[in-house]
């Protein structure tokens, strides 16, 4: 179709021809001659659109027409000359060039396809100083930087090929292949975050660039940079969504990142649609068993076991299935599978550890902790494992440095700072606790156990008043962040500042207005500066949320106390004691309360029922002089309710 296409086009020039001239020999045209600029435009822009749509044989034949016409019109040259290039005609291609720049000596655009032409044939020399021409007659000619950042990588001269990329990319912002080649120069000599830039920059100009997101993950993977690898992977697989290796490598990054839920779902989905895939099996388990999905992790073991039985991952998921479901003699046939398979397994090693540890068994599990950290000293789990063990057996000294090792190891596990934090403390280097607690609430700013034992750490160190201030950091960047005001208002009350607890609390129940813990603690707060009138209305609140709470009727008997309204507060402990008979709070608020009314008969059987000796002594010295009672049963418990 081409060629026949091609032959009409040459008959319809001939047939001009031919006609002209016979017009020209009859005398029919007198002074006439031919428009040879309308012909040859006309033949240029036919071959443009051949060009376009993909006839560059029949481009290259019309240009050629054209040149006949008029050879001293470098563009035709220049057209003809790239079309040439492109089909990889290198050597007529350098030819064309050359023509242009006999016509053109500054045409810096013909330096750059002789320069390319140059050195596909292998003629470095001769490309470079092309190339190197094209720029000095145009500095901002950005494909003469690329062609010459492709020469030098060709020649291993990495910086000065990426120098000339750098050039490029920085004069056209839009190019992704350029970017791509400078990833890939990056890529190949081991530069993997600066690869992973360069792909970044060249996705940010096509998002649908499969090849380059691929790229992107294994340089992020590579740089163990994996949560922003799953991404890219993540990107990949939504472009080309059935590469089993692919969805594979993006389940195992999402697992590694702590992003269980989402592996396990790809996981499946691979299961699924191979089932007797043994290590896609064993991988499914696995997350099942983060996941806490026990039942179902056991199940999937057990088919990978009807495939596989020598493989020790398997035996490995099974056991640690069958220890969470408190299957114990299971979970330890499970693990010696697994051991006999592979004896020096660390983590099967430390799993059964685990379980002499859940059996009290401390000193059997410290020497399998021991014979795992030799086997596998980085692995941070069993440090903690190991410290764990120490501590229960009295170890104090070795288990702070097991959990000192454990936080080296990993430096961002919140577990390990906690755990460091928590040996420090019964070691009584509150400073070491400190820190450790420090650093754990910085990697999770809502550890509510670690900013406890951070404040009894800081309090041991006459610091209280310090932790007060401490959540403001987290309050600045988070200001609805309910816990980190409530930890806040926790610490000011800890340092008797009340006024600042107070302030912390009301915002607590102006972003959570249903809360009742903040209601009770504004309530408390304000009650310790003196304001009953506000903590009877905090406890109001409180008591609307939930009027089936005995410790809110005592809160507020509290308060009527002080303000002498003793009916209320008989009212609020009656209430309290019908929905809780036995506490002490509610006991020792009515017998107060009818102490304070006068009835000091009927508030001894509360005294006495709660051993709260000094209002018993008081009782008996109002109604027996019984000091004697007293100083006989100082030692009873006293109840440590202030009002």
């Known amino acids: 179709m081409e060629n026949k296409s091609r032959n009409r086009i040459l008959i319809h020039v001939l047939s001009i021809s031919l006609l002209t001239g016979f017009l020209l020999i009859c005398g029919c045209v007198e ?62 291609a350098i030819t064309t060039f ?46 003469a930087h690329s062609e010459l950042g492709d020469v030098y990588a060709g020649m291993n001269e990495t910086e000065s090929a990426l120098y000339e990329y750098g050039i490029a990319v920085n004069l056209t912002r839009k190019n992704s292949d350029i970017y791509v080649k400078q990833a890939e120069l990056l890529y190949n000599v081991g530069r993997y975050n600066e690869a992973a830039k360069a792909y970044d920059n060249a996705l940010k100009q096509n998002l649908k660039d499969a090849h380059s997101w691929k790229r992107l993950g294994e340089m992020l993977r590579l740089s163990n940079r994996l949560e922003e690898a799953a991404v890219a992977y993540g990107q990949l697989n939504t472009l080309v969504p059935d590469n089993t290796d692919n969805l594979y490598i993006q389940a195992d990054l999402l697992e590694k990142t702590g992003k269980f839920k989402e592996s396990k779902e790809i996981y499946a989905q691979l299961v699924k649609n191979d089932p007797k895939n043994v290590d896609l099996l064993i991988a499914l388990a696995r997350v099942q068993n983060v996941l806490g999905e026990f039942e179902e992790s056991a199940a999937i073991s057990r088919s990978a076991l009807m495939r596989n039985q020598s493989n020790p991952d398997v035996w490995a998921n099974l056991g640690f299935s069958y220890a969470n479901l408190k299957k114990l003699e299971a979970s330890f046939d499970a693990f010696n599978q697994s051991l006999k398979i592979d004896p020096f397994d660390p983590i099967t090693i430390t799993n059964v550890g685990f379980l002499l540890m859940q059996s009290g068994r401390y000193q059997d599990a410290l020497y399998r902790f021991d014979n795992a950290s030799r086997i596998n000293p980085d692995d941070a789990a069993t440090w903690m494992q190991k410290a764990r063990a120490e501590l229960a057996l009295g170890k104090r000294d070795d288990a702070q440095a097991s959990a000192t090792r454990a936080t080296k190891l990993s430096p961002y596990s919140v577990d390990a700072w906690y755990l460091l934090g928590d040996v420090a403390s019964v070691n009584k280097q509150y400073d070491v606790a400190k820190e450790a607690f420090e650093t754990a609430l910085q990697i999770n700013p809502l550890y509510e156990d670690a900013f406890k034992y951070l404040v009894e750490a800081m309090r041991q160190l006459n610091q209280a008043y310090d932790t007060v201030h401490y959540y403001d950091r987290v309050i600045s960047d988070n200001p609805n962040i309910t816990i980190a005001w409530m930890r806040k208002g926790y610490a000011a009350d800890l340092a008797k500042e009340y006024g600042i607890s107070e302030d912390a609390y009301r915002e607590v129940v102006r972003i959570e207005p249903g809360n009742t813990e903040g209601w009770t603690n504004l309530g408390f707060a304000r009650f310790q500066q003196g304001n009953y009138y506000g903590a009877i209305d905090a406890f109001n609140e409180t008591l609307k949320i939930n009027p089936n709470q005995s410790v809110f009727y005592v809160n507020r008997g509290a308060a009527y106390q002080k303000i002498d309204k003793l009916d209320k507060a008989y009212d609020d402990f009656s209430k ?68």
């Open 576 to 643: 309290a004691l019908e929905l809780d008979p036995e506490s002490r709070d509610a006991q020792y608020g009515m017998g107060k309360t009818l102490y304070k009314m006068g009835k000091v008969n009927e508030s001894f059987p509360y005294f006495k029922k709660i051993g709260e000796n000094l209002y018993i002594a008081r009782v008996y010295d109002s109604l027996y002089q019984g000091v004697t009672y007293f100083s006989n049963n100082w030692n009873y418990w006293r109840f440590s309710y202030q009002w």
């Open 31 to 92: 002074d006439r001659p031919i428009n040879v600029s309308n012909v040859s435009s006309n033949l240029t822009l036919l071959a443009q659109d051949k060009a376009e749509n993909g006839s560059v044989s029949e481009a290259i034949s019309l240009y050629d027409a054209a040149i006949k016409l008029d050879d001293s019109d470098p563009g035709l040259w220049l057209k003809t000359a790239n079309l040439l290039a492109n089909q990889t005609k290198d050597l007529e």
């Open 98 to 143: 050359s023509h242009v720049l006999l016509l053109n000596p500054n045409n810096s655009t013909a330096f750059v396809g002789r320069g390319a032409a140059y050195a596909r044939t292998g003629n470095l020399s001769e490309a470079i100083n092309d190339l190197n021409q094209a720029v000095v007659l145009d500095p901002g000619n950005a494909a």
